[in-house]
T-cell receptor, first 112, second 114 residues
Framework: RKEVEQDPGPFNVPEGATVAFNCTYSNSASQSFFWYRQDCRKEPKLLMSVYSSGNEDGRFTAQLNRASQYISLLIRDSKLSDSATYLCVVPRQRSSASKIIFGSGTRLSIRP | AAGVIQSPRHLIKEKRETATLKCYPIPRHDTVYWYQQGPGQDPQFLISFYEKMQSDKGSIPDRFSAQQFSDYHSELNMSSLELGDSALYFC?????????????FGNGTRLTVT
């Protein structure tokens, strides 16, 4: 089983819709989680950090389910500009260094 | 706010040549990470440095080496380049090696090996 798994999509939804996708992780000791968005041929950009049960920032909500070991990202009232690949990132816990493990990403396409 | 600076933005090399990629982290960030991202792939961790010492190693080929200098900038040296090395190379920095610190990425260097 991969350490971090995401549904690759693509998710193709109309503008204004609500869309959600999940990321499962295998290390039950993981304490922090991050969602990044990456546009084509650009660098990943931090979208949200999740340290406890969840986080909300405007139209974006991240929820953590420790029992089932997954993090979800919910996007409400989606915009055309939300089209991107969303990467789930789960740091591997180590005493002296963290190796950041990326999920393969979920592609989201918002259509007019 | 200052971001992670990478240079060059684009680099074209021939097979068997060498290449050096540079990364300048955000000020006061003492940890640097290098990632390689092929077309349609997720970023693959190569190597990281904390306080100028290698802190972690991923899938970095033996032909590659890297170091972090006293001013915290880092360089990735790639020798005997192969066609398969063509990719986007990202550098990221964080204020510590702690797992709670998110990474901040540079714009990347696009390496094309012909």
């Amino acid at each position: 089983r991969k350490e971090v798994e995401q549904d690759p999509g693509p998710f193709n939804v109309p503008e204004g819709a609500t869309v959600a996708f999940n990321c499962t992780y295998s290390n039950s000791a993981s304490q922090s989680f991050f969602w990044y968005r990456q546009d084509c041929r650009k660098e990943p950009k931090l979208l949200m950090s999740v340290y406890s049960s969840g986080n909300e920032d405007g139209r974006f909500t991240a929820q953590l389910n420790r029992a089932s070991q997954y993090i979800s990202l919910l996007i409400r009232d989606s915009k055309l500009s939300d089209s991107a690949t969303y990467l789930c990132v789960v740091p591997r816990q180590r005493s002296s260094a963290s190796k950041i493990i990326f999920g393969s990403g979920t592609r989201l396409s918002i259509r007019p | 706010a200052a971001g992670v600076i990478q240079s060059p933005r684009h680099l074209i090399k021939e097979k068997r040549e060498t290449a050096t990629l540079k990364c300048y982290p955000i000020p006061r960030h003492d940890t640097v990470y290098w990632y390689q991202q092929g077309p349609g792939q997720d970023p693959q961790f190569l190597i990281s440095f904390y306080e100028k010492m290698q802190s972690d190693k991923g899938s970095i080929p033996d032909r590659f080496s890297a170091q972090q200098f006293s001013d915290y900038h880092s360089e990735l040296n790639m020798s005997s380049l192969e066609l398969g090395d063509s990719a986007l190379y990202f550098c990221a920095s964080s204020p510590s090696t702690g797992a709670n610190s998110p990474l901040h990425f540079g714009n990347g260097t696009r390496l094309t090996v012909t």
